[in-house]
Each structure stands twice: as C-alpha cells, then as structure tokens.
C-alpha cells in the first residue's frame, strides 16, 4: 500500500491542461495538505469517512446523534480516522481545531483523496454527483466523462483517474459548475482504457462529496467499485418512489463482510466481490419503489446492451403478493429524466411503450425467485426462454439511456441489485482490436 500510495501522489504533481470541454486556463494538482471544514450541527446518522486509492475503499464511521455540534462530530471522527488509518511517516488528520480536521494528505487545495458517505446529512456534507457516465471516442482518442450534479452544483470539482491495477493514478481540477471532463489520450498516452477507473468528487467549501465512480473498459462501462453509500443509496443511483410511500419503502446498503476493505490490495475483479450491495425493502401492498441511473453521453445510432445482477434475497412465505423488475429505456433527445410516472409502468415511455412490462429486462415474483442467488440478466438474451427487451439502438439526437428497478407490493424481506454494465455494441462488432485486448462475445 505505501508503494501504491506514492506513485498515486507522485502523479498528482501533474499539469493537466484543458480538462473540460469550454475550460480556458490551466489547472494544476499538486501534493499538499488539505484541512475539512465541518459546520452547523448533524442531522444523526452514519457518518463515513472514506479514502479514494483503491477499487475497494479504505474506511471508518462514526454514528451521530441529531442536534449534536460539528466540533463534537470532528473530535470523534479525528480519532475513528487516526485507529483506522495508518500512515508511516505521519499522524493523519495531523491536528483538529474546533470543526475542521486539520493536516489531511491530499493533492491540492481541494484533496481528492477523501470522500464523506454515510446516512448524516447535516454538516453541510455536499450531496454526490449521480449517473457518474464514460465513453471513449476512438477517432478523436478522448476519453469524456459526463455526470449530472446535485442542485446548486459545487465549488469546486476533482476528477480521479487510477489506471493498470491502480498502479497509475492523475487528477484534474475543475469548476463546480462542470459536469464533463475531456482527457485527451494524445496528451496522456499512458492512459490504459482497457483497465480504467474513474471518480468524479463534489466539493462545498472544503467538504468532500461521495464519489460517483466508473469502470471503463474501452466498449464497455461497469460500477465496480467499494464505495460506501450515501443515504443508503448506491454511488450513481437515485431513489425514487411514490411520495405517499414514503414510510412504507426502506432503502439499505448490504454489505458482504468477507469483501470489506483489508490492507492488501483488491481489485474487485467480479460483481460479486464489491462489498456493498443495494437492498430495496417494502411494508405496503400498493408500494411501488426501487432506483435509478442514466448513462449519458452515448451515440445516436449505436446499439448497446445493458447487463445488471439482481437477487430477490430470501423470501418469507408470508409476503403477500410481489413484483421485482429490471428495466431499461431510452430519454428524450434533451435527456430529461424519466417520471416516476414512467419508471412506474403508468406513463409511457418515450419509445411509446407503456404499462409494467415497458422496457422490461427481467421479473420476478412469488413464482420465479431469484432463490436467494444473484443472477445477471441482459438486453438482447434470452434466460430461461424469456424472450428478453431487445437491445437498444439509439435513435438520431438522442444520446441517453435510463436503467432502474422496480419494486411493487409487499416484500419486507427486500430485494437487491449490485452492479450494472452497458456495452457499446456497434463499436465492439466493427472494431479492430489491439491483440492484447480481449473482448468476450456472448
């Protein structure tokens, strides 16, 4: 781990020049010391203080109570940090004066190499970007990220790029109000897109957001990442629900204590090695819940295939009557987001289908169970002779595709989703590829 440290911070001294589509001056990320500067009072909750130098993220948590003072919150969280995080040559955060942790590392004025997670709201904590998106333009050689930013945007923006097993690290600062970042492979030629990480972290003052995350594999992009929740919703995703279930739906992150962070090095290589996993609970017969990201900035004309696990989790025989479903579906040409109306099945969709089984990617229920398994299911293939949702071509000026789940009727026991993969499939049929790439065709 220090090793891989080092080399993280060595190539935090780089000058990255234009880094967003419209930027007009340089920016520069440098080895410094970064201070947080917590305020007002919390909300009661988690709170998690995380580290952004691994797939699987080193953190600690301490629990809050509602009223309770920043300076309280800090003293606690100063010493959950200093047991859980270990450094050789310093004490971190080196200091804590009143709210504000003091002496954190991380490369400039804004860090980049801490993010705050967890159920506390208050603080001032900066809400996440969400639908965290990657795509790669092979004639132009750039990579481009797109995200969509909470209300009020930020101060300031880092973006995080941590490549060939996290043995290569860069950053790039950016203005709060961005919400695309444009890397130039012709600039930064080691750039691997064949093994790629990417994290987008918000900053208000001198909080840290939760980080939205991607993996990008040069036709493909998945969430294969350790990151902790924010409000019990997973990095990227957003909840939704029928405002008149709102004590009826519970939103959870699962956790797999084998796959929790650990002093070596974790790739997460497999879905089923991430840590966290997204758990969606109802207590109403006509609840109706679940979540939801969108992938932006993709290709009118190209088909893409959309790939998630899901698991109904144990089922008691008591629940009554249930459905849990996977859906997919192109936007608008302006990339407005889906009504709950229509993540609902009660509005149609801008393909024009409409009812519970638009954009269907796969169902289950009382009937046909999961069996307390994760399953990975898919546009464009067929499981267990369910002719599945087609895979999805996009039509001209639109650029978006909309993923999200929904939970109906009663079922406390919950439900699950984990991990969700879109692939460019035009790009990867005509391709010519390098021989150390491959591509698994299914």
């Not at 969509?148 to 600062?173: C, E, F, K, R, T």
């Not at 464009?380 to 009727?409: E, H, M, N, Q, Y």
Request: aromatic share 10%.
């Amino acid at each position: 781990m220090p090793q891989k440290r080092a080399k993280l911070f060595s190539m935090l001294l780089l000058m990255l020049a234009a880094p967003y589509a419209g930027a007009t001056g340089n920016y520069e990320v440098y080895w410094a010391e970064h201070d947080m500067k917590f305020a007002g009072v919390a909300s009661g909750g988690e709170l998690i203080f995380a580290d952004t130098e691994n797939r699987n993220t080193r953190w600690c948590s301490i629990t809050t109570t509602r009223g309770e003072p920043a300076e309280s919150v800090v003293a606690r969280l100063a010493q959950a940090i200093k047991e859980s995080f270990k450094w050789e040559s310093f004490d971190t955060p080196r200091s804590v004066d009143g709210a504000t942790l003091k002496g954190l590392p991380g490369g400039g004025p804004q860090g980049g190499n801490f993010i705050l997670a967890g159920t506390e709201t208050g603080l001032c904590i900066p809400k996440p970007p969400t639908s965290m998106s990657c795509t790669y333009d092979t004639g132009k050689d750039e990579v481009v990220l797109r995200w969509v930013l909470p209300d009020g945007g930020y101060d300031s923006i880092v973006v995080l790029a941590h490549y060939s097993n996290y043995d290569h690290a860069g950053a790039w600062m950016l203005p709060g109000t961005a919400s695309k970042c444009v890397i130039d492979r012709k600039k930064h030629t080691n750039l691997d897109i064949t093994d790629l990480d990417l994290w987008v972290v918000g900053y208000k003052g001198d909080l840290a957001s939760n980080a939205g995350a991607i993996h990008v594999n040069e036709y493909s992009q998945d969430e294969r990442f350790g990151i902790p929740f924010t409000d019990n919703v997973a990095p990227n995703w957003t909840a939704w629900l029928m405002s008149s279930d709102k004590n009826a739906v519970e939103f959870e992150q699962g956790v797999r204590e084998r796959f929790l962070f650990s002093e070596r090095h974790d790739g997460i290589t497999h879905p089923a090695t991430k840590p966290f996993y997204q758990v969606i609970r109802t207590n109403s017969a006509n609840a109706k819940a679940g979540i939801w990201r969108k992938f932006l900035g993709l290709m009118p004309g190209h088909r893409y295939r959309v790939s998630a696990r899901v698991s109904t989790l144990e089922t008691d025989s008591s629940e009554g009557d249930w459905s849990f479903s996977l859906h997919s579906a192109y936007n608008e040409p302006n990339g407005s987001d889906l009504a709950v109306e229509q993540l609902m099945g009660l509005e149609a969709l801008p393909d024009g289908n409409n009812g519970d089984s638009a954009g269907l990617v796969a169902h289950y229920s009382p009937e046909l169970t999961t069996n307390n398994t994760w399953v990975e299911r898919s546009t464009g293939r067929a499981w267990r002779d369910v002719v599945p949702l087609p895979d999805i071509t996009l039509p001209p000026k639109v650029d978006t595709i909309t993923v999200w789940v929904r939970l109906s009727g009663m079922k406390p026991s919950g439900v699950s989703i984990d991990w969700v993969k879109l692939e460019d499939l035009s790009v990867v049929s005509n391709a010519v590829l390098p021989e150390k790439v491959v591509i698994r065709r299914r």
